[in-house]
């Protein structure tokens, strides 16, 4: 833009200058790249406000995925911890069911602790009474397995040849007949002889 030919038209015949009209004709000839300075300096002022504000912003976002990232840590952390006690708690209950099948076999105790150290547990299940899911299939593998380990439980009789000593020590016939005819007398008079 020619400034110098634009102030030539708007100078007078007596060399004065009419500033209005020159602003005007400035303005128009410049158009909207014409600011004043006051607006100028609102906008730069606005600017600066602006870049503040985004910086802050954009600090606060980075503190914030910090923070984020720190509670997926803690969380994801947590979160595996609550995952392993539960699945220590579950261990322990199918052990103890295992255990109980293992005594209602009459297992030694030391003999229990053996058996159990050397059993996988993986595959155990409880259902929701806390029982093992396939009770009779391990009971059979039980008595399979371990049946040296099972006491065998044989049921006799007395030996007739040795009878049992009495609660008093009394063994011979005499004696039985004679506490018995004391008893008889106590409970219903003398006995008549005949």
Same mark, same amino acid.
């Given at each position: 833009m020619d400034f110098e030919a634009l102030i030539r038209k708007h100078v007078g015949e007596d060399g004065k200058v009419d500033v209005d009209k020159l602003a005007t004709a400035i303005s128009s000839a410049v158009g909207r790249e014409f600011v004043d300075k006051k607006r100028y300096n609102d906008k730069l002022s606005e600017i600066e406000t602006l870049n503040a504000e985004k910086q802050t912003a954009e600090d606060s976002a980075a503190a914030s995925a910090t923070w984020k990232q720190k509670h997926d840590a803690l969380k994801k952390t947590f979160d595996e911890y609550k995952a392993d006690v539960a699945s220590k708690a579950t261990l322990a209950s199918v052990k103890a069911a295992h255990r109980k099948l293992l005594a209602d076999e009459k297992i030694d105790a030391a003999d229990i602790d053996l058996i159990m150290a050397g059993? *996988?547990?993986?595959?155990?299940k409880l *259902?929701?009474?806390g029982e093992l899911t396939d009770a009779e299939s391990i009971k059979a593998d039980i008595k399979k397995k371990y049946a040296r380990y099972i006491p065998e439980v044989k049921s006799k009789g007395d030996n007739p040849a040795t009878p049992p000593k009495s609660d008093n020590g009394v063994t011979d016939g005499d &004696?039985?007949? &004679?506490?018995?005819a004391k008893w008889h007398a106590s409970?219903?008079?003398e006995a008549k002889t005949e």
């Amino acid at each position: 833009m020619d400034f110098e030919a634009l102030i030539r038209k708007h100078v007078g015949e007596d060399g004065k200058v009419d500033v209005d009209k020159l602003a005007t004709a400035i303005s128009s000839a410049v158009g909207r790249e014409f600011v004043d300075k006051k607006r100028y300096n609102d906008k730069l002022s606005e600017i600066e406000t602006l870049n503040a504000e985004k910086q802050t912003a954009e600090d606060s976002a980075a503190a914030s995925a910090t923070w984020k990232q720190k509670h997926d840590a803690l969380k994801k952390t947590f979160d595996e911890y609550k995952a392993d006690v539960a699945s220590k708690a579950t261990l322990a209950s199918v052990k103890a069911a295992h255990r109980k099948l293992l005594a209602d076999e009459k297992i030694d105790a030391a003999d229990i602790d053996l058996i159990m150290a050397g059993t *996988d547990y993986s595959g155990m299940k409880l *259902d929701d009474k806390g029982e093992l899911t396939d009770a009779e299939s391990i009971k059979a593998d039980i008595k399979k397995k371990y049946a040296r380990y099972i006491p065998e439980v044989k049921s006799k009789g007395d030996n007739p040849a040795t009878p049992p000593k009495s609660d008093n020590g009394v063994t011979d016939g005499d &004696a039985i007949r &004679a506490m018995t005819a004391k008893w008889h007398a106590s409970r219903y008079g003398e006995a008549k002889t005949e």
